[in-house]
């Protein structure tokens, strides 16, 4: 008889990129990943396919994550349904859409983030984990360069991982454990795609330093977070100079 999962996950913005990469790497008999998606239903439905063809299990869960109630729905049915969560892993992020309105990147990559915190702390155990999934160009913001056009998403991104920190004394005296993992621009993604034609200096000055970390690197640093025994507080992937250059 299969065993049921011990491990409850919540990955937002799993249906591609980052997101799809971590939800496949974290199949596991003893593991439930839920992939929640914005609207591409169809695309999540393929990656909660493919943890369960690698021995996992997975669900789907609709919802903008920037709308407040949709997000409660969510942990609502959550609770309903598994009772506890053992890790939310904030990784859905934008801004950079076109058409975008001016204040959307704050309330996705800020409020939203610190809302869906804050609604999942009661179903999250001691020893339950939070990961935040970033970029060095937002995590050094504002110390950095960052690429044009990016600077309101960088700015928004920082404020949200700020935020999450202010909340630490809670989620210390809740026993849950909070971990940023920040990457340089991932190889191959839509994001960098998207800075690639709007600022190609930018992107070819991060490739001259190092290659530019792979999406499977990135992904695998976020979910060891959720899995090692003995997280830390922040992981860097790629940027080694961002490292050796700020003090
Ligand atoms: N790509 C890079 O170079 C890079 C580098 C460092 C850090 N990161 C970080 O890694 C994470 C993932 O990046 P990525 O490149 O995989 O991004 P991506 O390709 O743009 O994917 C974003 C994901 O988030 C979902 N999403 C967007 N808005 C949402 C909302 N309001 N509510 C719920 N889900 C939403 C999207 O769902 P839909 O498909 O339904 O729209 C999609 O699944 C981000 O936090 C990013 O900052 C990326």
Known sequence: ??????????????????????????????THVI???????????????AVRAAGGNASTMAADISDGAAAAAMIDTIAARFGRLDALILNAS????????????MRLNRDAQRRLARLAMPLLPAGGRIVFVTSHQAHFFPHKAVPKGYSAVAASKRAGETALYTMRPQLE??????????????????????LERRDPGAV???????????????ASAIANAVTTPMPTGIVYVGGADYLATTG
């Open 204 to 218: 070819e000055a991060r490739r001259s330093v190092a290659p530019l970390p792979t999406v499977g690197q990135f």
């Open 94 to 105: 934008g801004g950079l859409e076109l058409g975008a309105d001016p204040g959307y990147a």
């Open 35 to 49: 992939v929640n998606y914005r609207e591409k239903a169809a695309r999540a439905e393929t990656i909660a396919d």
């Open 173 to 194: 005296r809740a026993g849950i454990h909070l971990s940023v993992v920040s990457g340089d621009m991932i190889d191959g993604t839509i994001i960098v795609r998207l």
């Open 1 to 30: 008889m299969a065993r049921a999962p011990q491990r409850i996950v919540l990955i937002t913005g799993g249906s591609r990129g980052v997101g799809a990469e971590v939800a496949q790497r974290l199949a596991s008999a003893d």
